[in-house]
């Protein structure tokens, strides 16, 4: 012991700088209770019981940073999802949605454009992984990492809703599943700062890689021997800032282009599918997938502009979001690509949301309320709207009470007396947090 102290002396001495690493993390469990009826009224699910991740993400990382010298440093994060109520794994899991949590079932929907009634547990547990490299030049950053968009919408400060829970899981996300997603791999530099302006550059891939490429001697390859599956996203985001005053603006451009037969192959020639997948989480089988079976190709292309600001007047902050877009549909596309949109059609997108923060001594009293709407040829596919209410007590920095109240509804036409769509969403809950 007393010669690692040495050590570690006089390489301090020396003038040595060591990676400073930090683990953090956040812990959110609450007792509420959710309920979703159909557009005629009727019951579609209703679940009461202990709840995870309501007020703020659950979540375990790491944070480590290097000096390099010359006005240079190194760093990298690497921070996973957790699900503390969930008896069928803490690890490797993360809460998939606002809808209904349900133990071993993945949140996945095929509807691009869902307001949130689709719940379980999702396995793609890692949150973000990246590693960055700053210095004069700005910053360069690789890996799994939050889109730009999404960075804006949820964690720059313009939104003080909880979309982890009902009554705030749309407005100013919307869109975004149509348009990568909410995070991917990807390359982003970020320029050096000018004045009050920041600027940052994101090229990346929606879900998977950018390209996969299949050749093979399986029965399903297309004519041309080459099966693929090609996603790109490319985004701008411009930021200002200037005493209580803060505002954002992103851009990001979307193509997906996948051939028909690419997903379910022998690729091998010895009657498997070659691109089954398993997952497992300490040793236990969790989970068996493929990439899916298509049978028609896909290809759209989706442009969306997010803006957001706010303004801090001391005695409460007020927020802002508004996305508009559109998802343009080229080619025979299915259900789980272009939410059930024929070829050729255009989808309009757009959305908004308004919210507000007021600190009233350990007290603070939060909510909003949104918006979002898609259509085709003018005629309404999605007409949404949430709003919600939060009531915290901060016993410290780190370790806070709350109460919130929330709902969703869907007042598509097409949906507003449907015996299998979801029209209204409901939640009541009171929880614990504590972060380190």
């Known amino acids: 012991m007393k010669k690692s102290l040495v050590a570690l002396a006089t390489l301090a001495a020396s003038g040595a700088v060591l990676a400073q690493a930090t683990i953090y993390g956040r812990m959110d469990v609450s007792y509420g209770v959710k309920q979703a009826t159909f557009g005629n009224g009727g019951l579609n699910w209703k679940q009461t019981g202990l709840m995870d991740g309501l007020a703020t993400s659950n979540a375990l990382g790491f944070?480590?940073?290097?000096?390099?010298?010359?006005?240079?440093?190194?760093?990298?994060?690497?921070?996973?999802?957790?699900?503390?109520?969930?008896?069928?794994?803490?690890?490797?899991?993360?809460?998939?949605?606002?809808?209904?949590?349900?133990?071993?079932?993945?949140?996945?929907?095929?509807?691009?454009?869902?307001?949130?009634?689709r719940g379980g547990y999702s396995q793609a547990a890692n949150r973000q992984t990246f590693v960055e490299l700053s210095g004069g030049f700005g910053r360069i950053r690789a890996g799994f990492q939050r889109t730009l968009g999404y960075e804006l919408a949820s964690f720059e400060?313009?939104?003080?809703?909880?979309?982890?829970?009902?009554?705030?899981?749309?407005?100013?996300?919307?869109?975004?599943?149509?348009?990568?997603?909410?995070?991917?791999?990807?390359?982003?530099?970020?320029?050096?700062?000018?004045?009050?302006?920041t600027v940052t550059l994101q090229n990346g891939s929606g879900s998977g890689r950018e390209l996969t490429e299949f050749g093979g001697t399986g029965s399903t390859n297309l004519a041309n021997g080459v099966q693929s599956d090609q996603r790109t996203r490319n985004s701008l985001k411009i930021d200002w800032a200037q005493g209580p005053a803060k505002a954002g603006m992103v851009y990001t451009s979307y193509q997906q282009v996948t051939s028909g037969a690419v997903m379910n192959a022998d690729l091998n020639g010895d009657g498997t599918n070659d691109l089954t997948a398993t997952y497992n989480v300490f040793g236990a089988l969790t989970g068996v997938s493929s990439f899916g079976n298509r049978t028609g190709k896909t290809a759209q292309t989706v442009n969306l502009t997010q803006l957001a600001g706010s303004y801090d007047f001391g005695m409460v902050k007020i927020g802002a979001n508004i996305n508009m877009g559109n998802q343009n549909i080229t080619e025979n596309a299915s259900a789980g690509s272009s939410n059930a949109v024929a070829a050729g059609s255009t989808v309009d997108?757009?959305?908004?949301?308004?919210?507000?923060?007021?600190?009233?001594?350990?007290?603070?009293?939060?909510?909003?309320?949104?918006?979002?709407?898609?259509?085709?040829?003018?005629?309404?596919?999605?007409?949404?709207?949430?709003?919600?209410?939060?009531?915290?007590?901060?016993?410290?920095?780190?370790?806070?009470?709350?109460?919130?109240?929330?709902?969703?509804?869907?007042?598509?036409?097409?949906?507003?007396?449907?015996?299998?769509?979801?029209?209204?969403?409901?939640?009541?809950?009171?929880?614990?947090?504590?972060?380190?």
């Open 63 to 117: 944070d480590a940073t290097d000096d390099i010298g010359r006005g240079m440093k190194g760093r990298f994060v690497a921070e996973t999802g957790l699900s503390p109520t969930n008896g069928s794994g803490m690890f490797g899991m993360r809460t998939g949605s606002a809808g209904a949590q349900l133990d071993g079932f993945a949140g996945n929907s095929s509807d691009l454009y869902d307001m949130g009634t």
């Open 157 to 197: 400060g313009h939104t003080m809703t909880s979309e982890g829970a009902v009554g705030g899981q749309i407005g100013h996300v919307f869109g975004l599943g149509a348009a990568g997603g909410t995070r991917s791999n990807a390359i982003e530099y970020q320029l050096p700062k000018f004045g009050n302006l």
């Open 349 to 436: 997108i757009k959305s908004q949301a308004i919210s507000f923060s007021m600190p009233m001594g350990a007290m603070v009293l939060s909510g909003g309320m949104g918006t979002a709407s898609t259509s085709v040829a003018g005629a309404a596919t999605k007409d949404q709207s949430t709003s919600q209410l939060m009531l915290r007590y901060n016993f410290s920095k780190r370790t806070a009470v709350y109460g919130l109240i929330g709902n969703a509804k869907d007042q598509t036409p097409i949906n507003a007396n449907s015996t299998s769509a979801t029209g209204y969403m409901t939640q009541t809950a009171a929880g614990v947090l504590t972060t380190f």
